[in-house]
Protein backbone atom coordinates (compact mmCIF):
# COMPACT_ATOMS: atom_id res chain seq x y z
CA UNK A 1 0.00 0.00 0.00
CA UNK A 2 1.47 3.41 -0.88
CA UNK A 3 1.64 5.98 1.56
CA UNK A 4 -1.31 8.40 1.99
CA UNK A 5 -0.61 11.89 1.41
CA UNK A 6 -1.88 14.33 4.33
CA UNK A 7 -1.45 17.31 6.21
CA UNK A 8 -2.30 20.93 6.02
CA UNK A 9 0.50 23.25 5.84
CA UNK A 10 0.44 27.27 5.04
CA UNK A 11 2.88 28.59 3.06
CA UNK A 12 3.48 31.89 1.00
CA UNK A 13 4.05 31.99 -2.61
CA UNK A 14 7.30 33.94 -3.36
CA UNK A 15 7.92 37.07 -5.85
CA UNK A 16 8.86 34.71 -8.58
CA UNK A 17 5.05 32.52 -8.52
CA UNK A 18 7.37 29.35 -6.79
CA UNK A 19 5.97 27.36 -3.88
CA UNK A 20 8.71 25.34 -1.70
CA UNK A 21 6.67 21.84 -1.12
CA UNK A 22 6.61 21.16 2.76
CA UNK A 23 9.09 18.40 3.54
CA UNK A 24 6.37 16.54 5.33
CA UNK A 25 4.54 16.09 2.39
CA UNK A 26 7.55 15.41 -0.24
CA UNK A 27 8.46 12.89 1.88
CA UNK A 28 4.77 11.13 1.31
CA UNK A 29 4.88 11.30 -2.13
CA UNK A 30 5.15 8.02 -4.03
CA UNK A 31 9.04 6.88 -4.70
CA UNK A 32 8.21 6.14 -8.66
CA UNK A 33 6.71 9.73 -8.52
CA UNK A 34 9.42 11.28 -10.97
CA UNK A 35 7.38 14.17 -11.76
CA UNK A 36 4.23 16.27 -10.74
CA UNK A 37 1.23 17.58 -12.69
CA UNK A 38 -0.56 20.94 -11.36
CA UNK A 39 -4.00 21.55 -12.57
CA UNK A 40 -6.92 23.47 -11.78
CA UNK A 41 -9.90 22.30 -9.65
CA UNK A 42 -12.29 21.15 -11.68
CA UNK A 43 -15.21 21.30 -8.97
CA UNK A 44 -14.20 24.22 -6.91
CA UNK A 45 -12.81 27.70 -8.12
CA UNK A 46 -9.84 29.08 -5.84
CA UNK A 47 -8.50 25.26 -6.05
CA UNK A 48 -5.12 23.73 -7.62
CA UNK A 49 -4.56 19.90 -7.41
CA UNK A 50 -0.74 18.98 -7.48
CA UNK A 51 -0.61 15.07 -8.43
CA UNK A 52 2.53 12.67 -8.92
CA UNK A 53 2.88 11.51 -12.09
CA UNK A 54 1.90 8.24 -11.68
CA UNK A 55 -1.67 8.84 -10.18
CA UNK A 56 -2.26 12.12 -12.68
CA UNK A 57 -1.37 9.07 -15.59
CA UNK A 58 -3.79 6.89 -14.19
CA UNK A 59 -7.00 9.54 -13.93
CA UNK A 60 -6.19 10.96 -16.99
CA UNK A 61 -6.50 7.26 -18.43
CA UNK A 62 -9.58 6.52 -17.15
CA UNK A 63 -11.19 9.47 -17.82
CA UNK A 64 -9.98 8.86 -21.79
CA UNK A 65 -11.27 5.44 -21.28
CA UNK A 66 -15.23 6.89 -20.64
CA UNK A 67 -15.39 9.97 -22.77
CA UNK A 68 -16.28 9.74 -26.15
CA UNK A 69 -14.26 12.32 -28.12
CA UNK A 70 -16.68 11.97 -31.53
CA UNK A 71 -19.04 13.62 -29.03
CA UNK A 72 -19.11 17.48 -29.10
CA UNK A 73 -19.83 17.63 -25.23
CA UNK A 74 -17.18 15.43 -24.46
CA UNK A 75 -14.89 17.11 -26.32
CA UNK A 76 -15.48 20.12 -24.58
CA UNK A 77 -15.47 18.08 -21.06
CA UNK A 78 -11.63 17.10 -22.41
CA UNK A 79 -10.91 20.16 -23.48
CA UNK A 80 -11.66 22.01 -19.59
CA UNK A 81 -9.96 19.02 -18.02
CA UNK A 82 -6.64 19.47 -19.96
CA UNK A 83 -6.37 23.20 -19.70
CA UNK A 84 -3.63 24.52 -18.07
CA UNK A 85 -2.41 21.06 -17.04
CA UNK A 86 1.40 21.46 -16.26
CA UNK A 87 4.53 19.04 -16.01
CA UNK A 88 7.15 20.05 -13.82
CA UNK A 89 10.18 18.86 -11.54
CA UNK A 90 10.95 20.00 -8.38
CA UNK A 91 14.09 22.42 -8.39
CA UNK A 92 16.54 21.91 -5.97
CA UNK A 93 15.09 23.68 -2.80
CA UNK A 94 11.70 21.88 -3.87
CA UNK A 95 10.20 24.65 -5.46
CA UNK A 96 8.13 25.18 -8.21
CA UNK A 97 6.03 27.69 -10.56
CA UNK A 98 2.47 27.91 -10.72
CA UNK A 99 2.24 29.41 -14.32
CA UNK A 100 -0.02 32.83 -14.83
CA UNK A 101 -2.95 30.43 -15.88
CA UNK A 102 -3.12 28.89 -13.12
CA UNK A 103 -2.44 31.46 -10.66
CA UNK A 104 -5.25 33.13 -11.35
CA UNK A 105 -7.22 30.29 -9.98
CA UNK A 106 -5.25 31.27 -6.74
CA UNK A 107 -6.74 34.90 -6.92
CA UNK A 108 -2.56 35.87 -6.52
CA UNK A 109 -3.11 35.55 -3.03
CA UNK A 110 0.11 35.11 -1.57
CA UNK A 111 -0.75 33.23 1.68
CA UNK A 112 -1.92 29.67 1.11
CA UNK A 113 -2.71 26.45 1.91
CA UNK A 114 -1.42 23.26 0.74
CA UNK A 115 -3.57 19.95 2.23
CA UNK A 116 -2.46 16.58 1.26
CA UNK A 117 -5.81 14.85 0.01
CA UNK A 118 -4.50 10.77 -0.38
CA UNK A 119 -3.73 10.47 -3.53
CA UNK A 120 -2.75 14.10 -4.31
CA UNK A 121 -2.42 17.78 -2.92
CA UNK A 122 -4.43 20.81 -3.16
CA UNK A 123 -3.51 24.21 -2.73
CA UNK A 124 -5.86 26.98 -1.82
CA UNK A 125 -5.64 30.39 -1.68
CA UNK A 126 -5.33 31.06 2.32
CA UNK A 127 -8.43 33.74 2.26
CA UNK A 128 -10.67 30.96 0.08
CA UNK A 129 -10.08 28.17 1.99
CA UNK A 130 -10.85 29.77 4.85
CA UNK A 131 -14.51 30.74 3.82
CA UNK A 132 -14.61 27.37 2.43
CA UNK A 133 -13.96 25.20 5.79
CA UNK A 134 -16.57 27.09 7.50
CA UNK A 135 -19.23 26.47 5.03
CA UNK A 136 -17.72 22.46 5.23
CA UNK A 137 -18.16 22.23 8.83
CA UNK A 138 -21.59 23.19 8.79
CA UNK A 139 -22.54 20.41 6.13
CA UNK A 140 -20.44 18.13 7.68
CA UNK A 141 -21.91 17.90 10.45
CA UNK A 142 -24.75 17.86 9.48
CA UNK A 143 -23.65 14.43 6.99
CA UNK A 144 -22.28 13.27 10.34
CA UNK A 145 -25.40 13.33 12.21
CA UNK A 146 -27.06 11.66 9.04
CA UNK A 147 -24.66 8.50 8.48
CA UNK A 148 -24.47 8.19 12.16
CA UNK A 149 -28.33 7.15 12.31
CA UNK A 150 -28.05 5.07 9.04
CA UNK A 151 -25.32 2.87 10.59
CA UNK A 152 -27.50 3.03 13.62
CA UNK A 153 -30.45 1.55 11.69
CA UNK A 154 -27.96 -1.34 9.87
CA UNK A 155 -25.98 -2.29 12.97
Not at 7 to 25: A, H, S
Not at 119 to 135: F, G, L, M
Request: aromatic share 8%; net charge neutral.
Amino acid sequence: MSQIIKGEFNITLDERNRIKLPVDLKRMLPNEAKGLVLTRRLSDHGCLNLYPQVVWNAEHDELRSKLNLKRKDHQEYYDYFMDGVCDFELDNADRFVIPKALLEALSSDKELIIRGMGDHITIWSKAEWEKRRVKKSDRFKKLNDDLAELFDKLS
